[in-house]
Structures are given as structure tokens and as C-alpha cells.
């Protein structure tokens, strides 16, 4: 069963950075992508960022491109999301999630992802 469990949000303040990692485990990668995503209050969830597992090809929404960057970490079965000059807009929870395969049409859907983790806090103060 795969599981991904993300950690790093917090507090912070604006122009401040955060590193969220999302750990992967039950499942052997290969051609899947990981995605992230946040979700505001009263907000639907958003599209971040995705990476695919074995060509390391990214993808990012055009509302963080060149601000948030994803990489991962095959040896420790991790994705990370930098995140830079925070704003209290950034405010959300943030999830990873795992797609079976790579496609760059559908990498924004949500519906495109089958496992989801739990989510991280990360709140941005003015």
C-alpha cells in the first residue's frame, strides 16, 4: 500500500523559505510522477509542481514557476518542494501525491493522482 507522508511546513514569515519533503514508501517507482499541491480555506486544491520518477522531468504551475522548485531523491524514495519568497497568499495546506505515469497533459488534475498523503501546514505571517 502506498503511503507518502509530507513534513516541513510551519510558520514563517513573508520573503522567508521552506523546504517540504514528502517521504514515499510501498510501492516500486518507475514511470510515475509525484505531484504537490495546497489547498487554502475555501479554496479548491492547486496544482504546485510535479516530478517524474525516472526521467526527473518537472512541470510547474505557472503561479510558482520560478519561485518553487521540486526535486527528488531516488536512493531515499523522497520529493521535495523549495519554496522561496513566501507570501501570506501561500498560505495552505500542502499535499504530495503520487500519479502511476507520466503525462504532461494530465499532471495538473487532480484526478490524474491515485494515493495522497495528509497534508502540511505551512502558514506565511505579513
Known amino acids: 500500500q502506498v503511503q507518502l507522508v509530507e513534513s516541513g511546513g510551519g510558520l514563517v514569515k513573508a520573503g522567508d523559505s521552506l523546504r517540504l519533503s514528502c517521504a514515499a514508501s510501498g510501492r516500486y517507482f518507475t514511470n510515475d510522477a509525484i505531484g504537490w499541491f495546497r489547498q487554502a480555506p475555501g479554496n479548491e486544491r492547486e496544482f504546485l509542481a510535479a516530478?517524474?520518477?525516472?526521467?526527473?522531468?518537472?512541470y510547474y504551475a505557472d503561479s510558482v514557476k520560478g519561485r518553487f522548485s521540486i526535486s527528488r531523491d531516488n536512493i531515499r524514495n523522497t520529493v521535495s518542494l523549495q519554496m522561496n519568497s513566501l507570501t501570506p497568499e501561500d498560505t495552505a495546506v500542502y499535499y504530495c501525491a503520487v500519479a502511476i505515469y507520466y503525462a504532461d497533459y494530465a499532471l495538473s488534475s487532480r484526478d490524474h493522482y491515485e494515493y495522497w498523503g495528509q497534508g502540511t501546514q505551512v502558514t506565511v505571517s505579513s
Open positions: 516530478i517524474g520518477w525516472s526521467n526527473g522531468a518537472t
